[in-house]
C-alpha cells in the first residue's frame, strides 16, 4: 500500500460564523494511487477523536481500509484528513494565531461541520480531484459524510453515513455538556489558556470516561468487564476507563474536546429544510448503516434519513447490522460492514465508469 | 397526616467491613399512625441521593405517599430514614468522628447495603414493630428492599423493590465510577478533607449531571428539551443539567457521593448464593416493577429476580409498566404504580390479619 503522510496550506477558509482563517493548515494522509481518470478517490472522514491516520499500523480504521480490505486501497486512492478544530496537524485552537503570535485557545472562531467539509473540498481541488467515488465515516464522521452529500452533491458519486444522525438529540448534546463541563470544571483549564502550562488532564480524563461508557453497549460491558476485581477495592472497569481517560490526555487538547463537540451538537441538517426537500433529486447513491445496539447514535436516527431518501426516489440502501459492541461497533464489526461496502462500492464504480 | 420528624441514637452499629460505628444517629420521618396490632407499619427506603423526608411539603415521595395515596397514610403507618453514610441527618462521612473531633472524611469505614439496612431494623426494633407490612423503594432503595427480603425474611410481610437490580452491571459501576472520578478530580475535593473550606462543588456539579442523564430516557429528553435553544450558544438542555448540577451542591455532601455510590456498586445478592436459592422458603409477597423506558435499571434486571422467585414458588407479582420517562418514572409515574401497589398492599394487609 503506498501512504503518504502529507499537509497542505490555503490562504485562507471562510467560516460559517463569518470569521476568516488565514492561513488554514490541514494534514492528511493517502493510500493507494489514484487512477488516470481520477474517479477512484474515497474520502474518509473521522469520528470526533480522530485523526488523518486512518490506515495502515495504528491507524484507526485500518481493519477497514488496506489492500483487499473493504475500501480496497488495491483498487482505490483513499484520502483522510484531521478536521478542522482539531488538535493531530490541521488548524485548531491550539494552534498560533498568526495575528497575536499565541495559541488561539477559545479565541478560536466556532467551527461546523460544514466548515470541516469546506475544509476538505479546498483539499481535493487541490489535489485535482472533481468526484468523490464516495466519503464515509462513522458518527462524526457521517455527519461529515451527509455534509457532503447535501452541500456538494455535484462532488461525490457516492456517501456512507455510518452510525450517525442529521442531528443530535438533546441526549447527545446532554452526554458533550457534561464532557464540556467536566473539562471547565478542571481549575488548569483556565478559561483555555493552558498551552506551555499544565494541562486540564484531569477534567479531560472525566470526559473520555463518560464518552467510553456511551461507546459501548450494556450487553458488551457485561461480556468485557461483568463485575470482575481489578484488586479488592476496585473493579476492572474502574481501572479501564481511568486508563482509557489519563491516556487520552496525551493525545487530545482539551480545547480542541470543545470546539468539535459542539460543532456536532449544532449540527442539524434539517436548519436548511425538511430532510426529503434537502435531498431533492440528488444524484448520488446512498449507503447508510447502523447497529441494533449502538445506544448513543440509535437506529431510529439512520431511519429517518433513510425514509426521507426513499421519499425523493433517491437511490439508498440501508443495513442495521446485528452488532453488540453499541457505538464501537463501526470501529470493530468490520465483517458485516466490509461485506455491505464493498458491494456497493463496486457497483458504484461500475456505474461510475459506465457514466463516464 | 400525622407526620413526626426524628432521630434517633444507637450506641453501636456493627458494619460488614468488621469496623464499629459508636454512637451511629439516624434520622427518620413518621406519616400516619401506627395500629394497635402494629401491624400496619410501612417501611420506606430512599435511592441514592434521597433522605427521610418522603412525604408531605417537599417529599421526595409525596405523590405516593400521603391520605388516599398508594402507600396510605390513612390506612398505614409510613416510615422512612436517612440512610447510613448519607449526609441528611443519619451519620456519614461528614459528621464527627467521637475519637478525633474532626469530621470522619475518608476515614469512614466503607458501609454496604446490607449495613443501612441493619440500621433500619434496629431503628424498627427501637419502634417496637416486629413485622413490617411492606418495605418499599425505587433504585438504590430497591436495593435496600431485596436485602430485607433476604436477611430479615421474618421481619417483612411483603417486598414491593422498584426499578432495582440484585447486583450492579458493569455499565451501572462505570457510569458511578464517573461520578467519584468527577469529585476526585476537583482539587477543592482534598482527599475529602474539604469540611469547613471550599467544597469540591465543580466535581459534585458534573456528578451529578452524568446522573441526570442517566436518570432520563432518550424519549423523555427529546420531549422536555429537544434542540430547543435557551441563549443563542446554550441549549436548554445544557442549561437544565448545569442548574440542576449546581443545585445539588447545596444538598448533598461529595463523600456521601463517594460512600453511597460505592455501596450500591459493590451490593451483589448473589456473592451469598444463587438467587433462586436465596430466596428458598421465603414466606414474603414480592411485588417487583420496572419501567419500559428505564435503561439504567432495565426491566431484565427485575425480571431476573421475578424468575428466581418464581422458581422457588414464591408469592411474586411482576409488572413492567409502560412508562417514557426512563428511571425517574418510579418518581413520576405516579398513576400506575398506585394502582398495582395499592391493590398489592391492601391483599397483603388482609392477609396478615387472617394470619394474625
Redesign the interface.
Known amino acids: 500500500m503506498v501512504t503518504e503522510v502529507a499537509s497542505c496550506t490555503f490562504d485562507r477558509l471562510e467560516l460559517d460564523s463569518g470569521a476568516t482563517l488565514a492561513p488554514v493548515e490541514v494534514a492528511y494522509e493517502t493510500y493507494g494511487e489514484l487512477n488516470g481518470a481520477r474517479s477512484n478517490a474515497i474520502l474518509i472522514v473521522h469520528a470526533f477523536s480522530g485523526d488523518a491516520h486512518a490506515a495502515g499500523e495504528g491507524g484507526w480504521w485500518s481493519s477497514m481500509i488496506g489492500p483487499g480490505k473493504a475500501f480496497d486501497t488495491d483498487k482505490y486512492f483513499v484520502l483522510c484528513s484531521n478536521v478542522l478544530g482539531g488538535c493531530r496537524g490541521t488548524t485548531g485552537p491550539g494552534c498560533i494565531n498568526p495575528e497575536t503570535g499565541c495559541p488561539w485557545a477559545m479565541s478560536f472562531p466556532q467551527v461546523t461541520i460544514a466548515d470541516m467539509v469546506r475544509l476538505q473540498r479546498m483539499l481535493i481541488d487541490h489535489l485535482g480531484i472533481d468526484k468523490l467515488l464516495t466519503v464515509s465515516g462513522g458518527s462524526m464522521g457521517g455527519m461529515q459524510a451527509l455534509e457532503w452529500a447535501v452541500s456538494y452533491p455535484e462532488r461525490v458519486a457516492s456517501a456512507i453515513p455510518i452510525a450517525t444522525t442529521a442531528?443530535?438529540?438533546?441526549?447527545q448534546?446532554?452526554?458533550n455538556?457534561?464532557g464540556r463541563?467536566?473539562i471547565m470544571?478542571?481549575?488548569d483549564w483556565n478559561n483555555g489558556n493552558y498551552y506551555g502550562g499544565r494541562l486540564p488532564g484531569?477534567?479531560l480524563?472525566?470526559a473520555r470516561?463518560?464518552g467510553?461508557?456511551t461507546y459501548?453497549s450494556?450487553e458488551s460491558?457485561?461480556e468485557?468487564?461483568?463485575?470482575k476485581l481489578r484488586t479488592p477495592d476496585q473493579?476492572?472497569?474502574?481501572s479501564y476507563?481511568?486508563y482509557r481517560?489519563y491516556k487520552f490526555v496525551d493525545r487530545f487538547d482539551a480545547n480542541s474536546y470543545i470546539y468539535i463537540t459542539r460543532a456536532m451538537?449544532t449540527f442539524?441538517l434539517t436548519q436548511r429544510g425538511a430532510l426529503p426537500t434537502l435531498f431533492e433529486s440528488n444524484e448520488a447513491r446512498f449507503l447508510l448503516i447502523s447497529f441494533t445496539s449502538d445506544?448513543l447514535y440509535?437506529p431510529y436516527q439512520s431511519l429517518e434519513i433513510v425514509k426521507a431518501l426513499r421519499g425523493r426516489n433517491c437511490d439508498v440502501a440501508y443495513c442495521n447490522l446485528d452488532a453488540r459492541y453499541g457505538h464501537d461497533s463501526f470501529l470493530v464489526e468490520v465483517e458485516q460492514q466490509t461485506e455491505v461496502v464493498r458491494g456497493f462500492l463496486a457497483s458504484t464504480f461500475r456505474e461510475a465508469a459506465a457514466n463516464a
Open positions: 442531528r443530535h438529540s438533546a441526549q448534546i446532554a452526554f455538556e457534561v463541563q467536566a470544571a478542571d481549575p484531569r477534567g480524563a472525566v470516561m463518560v467510553h461508557i459501548m450494556d460491558m457485561r468485557k468487564f461483568g463485575r473493579f476492572e472497569v474502574e476507563l481511568k481517560g451538537d442539524d445506544w440509535p
